[in-house]
């Protein structure tokens, strides 16, 4: 849509020269000059009453053509970032199929990653033009009420005048017409700028709706991808440099010289060792655990225990069918990391810790005999736990059981455990949890044994818990929760991929994630 400036633009200088000659002398041949039975002081009057109305039209004209302009400047910018976006989805798409052979795409991948953050930010200034366009339409159409208004007020005022300078009357017809035309031609101007930015809208939001659903599937796929692909290439640099171990004997011996800096390559293969730290990293220099992206580097049947060491990482590695927990800190041991890890088939619990500080990142933790995850404490001491897209399931105890405990949990499906999904006994430090799925659990989804310390729930979903949703907290009303059907894709197998029916993967489709997933 082309603004023709020169008709605009005519429009308000029509009415200056209008509003100009009313308050300045004018000639008896002027159409705004009184004649026969008015008097100079009842014209003054006229003059001083319907000079605000023009002041107030011109005004609304400005207003109008300024909001003309946004709006085909808006336009054009719009169609711009959705052929922009367009040309981006291609260029994921044939990423995401280059990464099957992630091996041997390096440049392909690092494009591709620059792509995807451009599509990120070309959609989001796509939606905040729209939102501008959507505002400027409510603001035409408040002028065009505006205006209709004013014209009411001229008719008046014309009409007023008239009346009392018979028998000639204040203004010709042709004086009435000359005005109202240019109210007209204002009036007319926003509706249609009105329904040009209406319909526009429509378009481009069904539009972006439906690419954005095939975008951020693409999105999605590409980022695994590209998480796989940097494991790969962390393990291959590893594989280079430094020899893997190969037997739980090795495991163990290179697990007690390890200091600050150094990688325990585990490569693929089954490990049994009772491992037990002697040095702590640093955080510039922590002690790295490095499995194989794949998850083929298992430690099973082992006692693993960590008591008073610190900045350990552990990476693409299984615990599994221990007797004890999956693995035990204890003690004070501080930034301790499980990324990539699976705790599962564990005789106690996934994990124990106790009086520790840890960070868990994009994990399964499951099929347990006792907790998924249990926090404990000393009476000195606190453990401080963060926790993001971790999957919590079929645990028979509780998904979490926490004593104490500063927990912050995001992006967790907490789901299908034996009792309840979080267990918070004597929270006395704050505990955040958003963005999670807490559901099918057999006892409530949150239980509180005593109601102390801050304690926030948002963005979170909660579906079919035995009990109910809370416990032991009836002074908590939770703000920004949901209570849909997620629709798993395979509960028995502890997938928890969310099926299309659900609404939950309709807010994905979005942007908004909530729960696990698999990335």
């Given at each position: 849509?082309?603004?023709k ?5 005519a429009l308000?200088?029509?009415?200056i020269l209008?509003i100009?000659?009313?308050n300045?002398?004018?000639e008896?041949?002027?159409p ?9 002081e009842q014209k ?5 009453q319907?000079a605000p ?6 005004a609304?004209s400005a ?5 003309a ?12 970032s959705n052929?922009?976006?367009?040309s981006?989805n ?5 990423a995401n199929?280059?990464m099957d052979s ?5 440049d392909?991948?690092n494009?591709?990653g620059s ?10 200034k796509?939606?905040m033009?729209l939102l501008?366009?959507?505002?400027l339409?409510?603001?035409l159409?408040?002028?065009?009420n ?8 001229i008719i008046?005022?014309?009409k007023s005048?008239?009346?009392?300078c018979q028998p000639s ?5 042709d004086?009435?017409?000359s ?7 204002f ?6 700028f ?6 526009y809208d ?10 954005l659903?095939q ?8 980022n695994?991808?590209?998480h796989?692909y940097?494991?790969s ?6 594989f280079c440099?430094i020899?893997p171990?190969?037997t ?14 150094d990688t325990?390559l585990?490569?693929t293969g089954v ?8 040095h702590s ?6 002690i ?6 794949d998850l083929?580097s298992?430690?099973?049947q082992?006692?693993?225990f960590?008591?008073?060491i ?8 299984v615990f599994?069918?221990?007797p ?22 564990n ?7 106790v ?8 994990s ?32 028979r ?6 004593l104490t405990?500063q927990?912050d ?9 034996g009792?309840d999904?979080?267990?918070?006994k004597?929270?006395?430090l ?5 963005n ?14 005593r ?14 818990n ?15 929760t949901f209570?849909?059907d ?28 909530i729960?696990f997933?698999?990335r």
């Open positions: 849509m082309r603004i400036n020169l008709a605009y633009f308000p200088v029509q009415l209008l100009c000659s009313m300045s002398c004018v008896r041949n002027n705004w000059d009184p004649v026969n039975t008015c008097s100079p003054n009057l006229i003059i001083e319907t109305i023009f002041d107030s039209i011109l609304a207003s109008v053509l300024a909001g302009v946004a709006i085909d400047s808006l336009y054009r910018g719009v169609q711009m052929d922009s976006i367009d981006v291609a260029s994921n798409r044939l199929s280059a992630l091996n041997s795409v390096i392909s991948a494009l591709s792509l995807c953050d451009s599509s990120t930010k070309k959609e989001l796509a939606h033009e501008k366009i959507a505002g339409v409510d603001s159409a408040m002028l065009h505006r205006i209709g208004v004013d014209s009411l007020k008046s005022l014309i005048g008239n009346d009392r009357g204040l203004y010709s017809s004086d009435e017409d005005l109202l035309r240019i109210l007209s031609g009036s007319d101007s926003i509706s249609t009105a329904q040009n930015a209406t319909r429509s378009l481009i939001s069904d539009s972006a709706n439906e690419s659903r975008r951020n599937e693409d999105i999605m796929a590409y695994a991808a590209v796989r940097n494991d290439i962390q393990f291959n640099i590893a440099n020899a171990v190969v739980g004997d090795s495991l163990l011996k290179r697990v007690q010289e390890a200091r600050a800096g325990v585990l490569d490990f049994t060792a009772p491992l037990r730290f002697t990293g640093t955080v510039d220099q922590p790295l655990m490095l499995g194989s992206p083929r298992r430690i099973v082992s006692d693993i960590i008591s008073n610190n900045f350990i990482y552990f990476r693409n590695l599994e069918e221990s004890v927990d999956g693995i035990k800190l204890e003690d004070g041991s501080q930034g301790c990391e499980f990324v990539n890890c699976i705790f599962r088939s005789g106690s619990h996934g994990l124990s810790i009086d520790s500080d840890i960070k868990i990142r994009n399964r933790i499951y099929n347990n005999i006792g907790s998924g995850i249990h926090i404990s404490s000393s009476i000195s001491e606190h453990s401080r736990i963060d926790i993001s897209n971790t999957l919590i399931a079929h645990n105890l509780n998904g979490i059981n926490s405990a927990l949990l995001s992006w967790l499906t907490v789901s299908d455990n009792q999904g979080l267990r918070l004597v929270p006395k704050p505990i955040t949890i958003r999670c799925l807490i559901t099918y659990n057999e006892g409530y989804a949150i239980s509180r044994e109601v102390d310390g801050e304690f926030t729930v948002a963005e979170t979903n909660f579906f079919a035995a009990d109910g949703i809370f416990d032991g907290d009836t002074a908590y009303t939770p703000q920004s209570l849909y997620p629709f798993y894709i395979d509960r028995a197998t502890n997938d928890y991929g969310i099926d299309t029916p659900s609404v939950i993967y309709e807010l994905e489709q979005l942007g908004v994630i729960g997933r698999n």
